[in-house]
Nanobody, 121 residues
Framework: QVHLVESGGGLVQAGGSLRLSCAAS??????MGWFRQAPGKEREWVAA????????DYTDSVKGRFAISADNASNTVYLQMNSLKPEDTAVYSCVGDPWHGVGLPDAYDYWGQGTQVTVSS
């Protein structure tokens, strides 16, 4: 009954931008975030936002390029990705309310299906 549905992925040239969206239903999350997983690699935490305060945090590799935001009225979280690099290529999944350890995949019960982001060189 809890669903997280991502959209906005696609193919973009290096240096370009994409805006990912994640619409949540069935539950209002206190915090939401994004992970990504490239082929053959482990899931990597990307960003998180605390809805009540707007506090955000990012993994070092995307700081200054990505921005996470939330529209609380629609229970939607976004990931604005600018200055994209080929190494950003991955399936991006949104998550909600970690039990502990924001950066740990095992801390989350709720995941979206993922949206593919491909950045060409």
């Amino acid at each position: 009954q809890v669903h997280l549905v991502e959209s906005g992925g696609g193919l973009v040239q290096a240096g370009g931008s994409l805006r990912l969206s994640c619409a949540a239903s069935g539950r209002t999350f206190n915090s939401m975030g994004w992970f990504r997983q490239a082929p053959g690699k482990e899931r990597e935490w990307v960003a998180a936002i605390r809805r009540a305060t707007g506090y955000t945090d990012y993994t070092d590799s995307v700081k200054g390029r990505f921005a996470i935001s939330a529209d609380n009225a629609s229970n939607t979280v976004y990931l604005q990705m600018n200055s994209l690099k080929p190494e950003d290529t991955a399936v991006y999944s949104c998550v909600g309310d970690p039990w502990h350890g924001v950066g740990l995949p095992d801390a989350y019960d709720y995941w979206g299906q993922g949206t593919q982001v491909t950045v060409s060189s």
